[in-house]
């Protein structure tokens, strides 16, 4: 209860910032449109996430996070990402698109967010490895359930920064330049619901943290 109203607190401080930013707009600029057309690729960009990154993590298990291949495809910045895709989509398919921005996601994410899992598991050695392979994918299984909420309540507004840096190389209005412009027109209501939406997912985290502890 105590980390709860914790949490809390710290949503509501957030909240409140986001209501009483200070200073005035050096010109009368409207809020953006929601990029509406950027809402279902992005949730299709998280569940793939969701789902990739888990299951490489129950594959590898946590030796994967000291695996050499896997830091070298963690060691470029989504900004080479998105150049890359750019150099290497063929021009006779138009421009990459959200399809592109999607894959170029994956490609900057998953590796990171396989790692980020790998550590958060427990050493497997001498136990639960010297009770056989059943007994390791159980462990692993139970331990990636336990931490797939609270993963992802905290690793979604990195994930929007991320969209960010994409969708600026590649030209898209997306969430994350959502995020940015509404800062930059102290749009005080959509920053808000901003706040209001990222509170409600740590919040629904909440009872997988009760199950582990």
Partial sequence: MKHLLQGLAVWVLGLGLALSLPGSVWKHAAPPLFPWDALGPAILAVAALSILAPMAAWIGGPDLASRRPLAL???????????????LWPALWGPPGLGGWLLAFLLAALPG??????????????????????????????????????????????????????????????????????????????????????ALLWALSRPWEGEAA
């Fill in 73 to 87: 495809l963690e060691a470029p910045p989504d900004l080479l990402w998105a150049a890359l895709l750019l150099a």
């Fill in 113 to 198: 967010e396989a790692r980020w899992l790998a550590l958060a598991m427990p050493a497997e050695r001498p136990f639960p490895q010297a009770w056989g392979t059943a007994a390791v994918g159980r462990v692993r299984r139970i331990v990636l359930i336990r931490l797939w909420g609270r993963w992802l309540a905290a690793r979604l507004p990195v994930w929007l920064t991320a969209t960010l840096v994409l969708e600026r190389v590649l030209g898209l209005p997306g969430l994350g330049t959502d995020w940015m412009t509404r800062v930059a027109v102290r749009d005080r209501a959509g920053l808000a619901l901003w706040i209001l939406a990222l």
